[in-house]
Structures are given as structure tokens and as C-alpha cells.
């Protein structure tokens, strides 16, 4: 239980457009979506933090415009990254804290951006 | 703040052997959760185990264990019989109680380990 599907695993987008990613809570409600950034062979940088049907919440130099965030719905959390840039190219992760159970979060599996 | 330390950046063990993680953190919070998660190269991240600080017995999950000192503020993994499929990246991480939903994770930096046949 708690699975959260994220898609695409991998997207190659051309500088200047945007990419939107997807996190989908499957058989749970999730109210809270984390959204991360990971560097290959660092740890996660929180991103944002989105609540359902209000703004999220961003970490201090993280781009609110570039990083666009939309948690309409308790089963859906889109981020899109707008105007990409090579160095936006990362792999994100986002995450969903789980009801009702104490201390517990579900992960997406993840989206390899490649800006070129 | 909370801050969680992480000061081995790879290990390596032997097939079948034993192997210890570290961790240590910071925090002025009595009550809070620790995990430990795992990174494999599909980088899909995976609980490893969990402990909560308000109990004093050490979590187990099969081959896995941990060693929670809450004075020293130390929560060290322990993988036992170390098998090719443990080679990861693993990273501690602590969460306080309440603060509803929104409470984030602090991570460490993480420790790659890598398993030798």
C-alpha cells in the first residue's frame, strides 16, 4: 500500500520549453507532496513542500517561477519546471507523507531530466 | 536546528559479512523518528528501518538492525551476512513528532557502500 507512481521515469527536453512531472498517491490521500532535487551521488535537497488546494511552500533559493508546483487535487502533485535550462538537468524526487502512519513517507521513483 | 551527520562517505564490505553505518544527529527534540533508507542504482528510495526515539529497544528488520544511543544521539545501521543486492546508497534521516504533515525530513549526506564478491 501507499505507492506513489511518478512519471516520466526519464524526459530530454530542448532548452527553453518546459517539462511537467507527475506524482500520483494511488490507494492513499496525499495531503502533503515533497518535492526533491538530487545531484548524482548527494543527498536530497528539499525543494518545496505542497499542500492540497493551497500554494506551496518553497526552501529558501529554490526559483518559485521556475519551479512551478500544483497540488489540486489529494491524489495529484505536478511540478513544472519552466524555461529549462542545461542546468536543470537533475533527477527529482517527489514524496507524500503517509496518514496514519506515524513518521511514514511514500517515494515516487523518480524523473531524470536532461536539458539539452 | 536539526542536523543529521553522516561522516562515511563509501564502505565497502565483504559477501556475507558484516558491516556498520554511522549516524549521528542533533536535535532538542525528546521525542522524534530516525530512519534509515536506501538508495540502490534504480534510485528508488526504500525504508530500511525506522525507530522511534520514545522506545528504548533497537528496531530489526531481518538482516538489518540498528544501535540507537538517544544520550549520544548516535542511530547506526548494522547490515549482517552482507548479500550483492545491499550495495547502495544509505542515508539516515530523522523526523520530529507533530507538526502535522508538513514536518520534512532531515537527511544526511549519505554512505555508499559497496559490496565485494
Known amino acids: 500500500g501507499a505507492v506513489v507512481s511518478q512519471h516520466p521515469s526519464w524526459v530530454i527536453c530542448k532548452s527553453g520549453t518546459s517539462v511537467k512531472i507527475e506524482c500520483r498517491s494511488l490507494?492513499?490521500?496525499?495531503?502533503?507532496m515533497f518535492w526533491y532535487r538530487q545531484f548524482p551521488k548527494q543527498s536530497l535537497m528539499l525543494m518545496a513542500t505542497?499542500?492540497?488546494?493551497?500554494?506551496?511552500?518553497?526552501e529558501q533559493g529554490v526559483e518559485k517561477d521556475k519551479f512551478l508546483i500544483n497540488h489540486a487535487s489529494l491524489t495529484l502533485s505536478t511540478l513544472t519546471v519552466t524555461s529549462a535550462h542545461p542546468e536543470d538537468s537533475s533527477f527529482y524526487i517527489c514524496?507524500?507523507?503517509?496518514?496514519?502512519?506515524?513518521?511514514?513517507?511514500?517515494f515516487g521513483s523518480g524523473t531524470r531530466l536532461t536539458v539539452v | 536546528a536539526q542536523t543529521v551527520t553522516q561522516s562515511q562517505p563509501e564502505m565497502s564490505v565483504q559477501e556475507a559479512e558484516t558491516v556498520t553505518l554511522s549516524c549521528t544527529y542533533d536535535?532538542?527534540?525528546?521525542?522524534?523518528?530516525l530512519f534509515w533508507y536506501k538508495q540502490p542504482p534504480s534510485r528508488q528510495m526504500i525504508l530500511v528501518i525506522r525507530q522511534e526515539a520514545y522506545k528504548q529497544q533497537n528496531a530489526t528488520e531481518n538482516r538489518f538492525s540498528v544501535n540507537f544511543q538517544k544520550a549520544a544521539k548516535s542511530f547506526s545501521l548494522k547490515i549482517s551476512d552482507s548479500q550483492l543486492g545491499d550495495a547502495a546508497m544509505y542515508f539516515c534521516?530523522?523526523?520530529?513528532?507533530?507538526?502535522?504533515?508538513?514536518?520534512?525530513?532531515?537527511w544526511g549526506l549519505g554512505t555508499s557502500l559497496a559490496v565485494n564478491p
Open positions: 514524496s507524500a507523507r503517509i496518514q496514519g502512519a506515524p513518521g511514514g513517507y511514500t
Open positions: 536535535t532538542s527534540e525528546s521525542d522524534y523518528y
Open positions: 534521516a530523522y523526523n520530529g513528532y507533530g507538526a502535522g504533515n508538513n514536518r520534512k525530513l532531515i
Open positions: 490507494d492513499f490521500q496525499a495531503t502533503t
Open positions: 505542497s499542500n492540497e488546494g493551497s500554494k506551496a511552500t518553497y
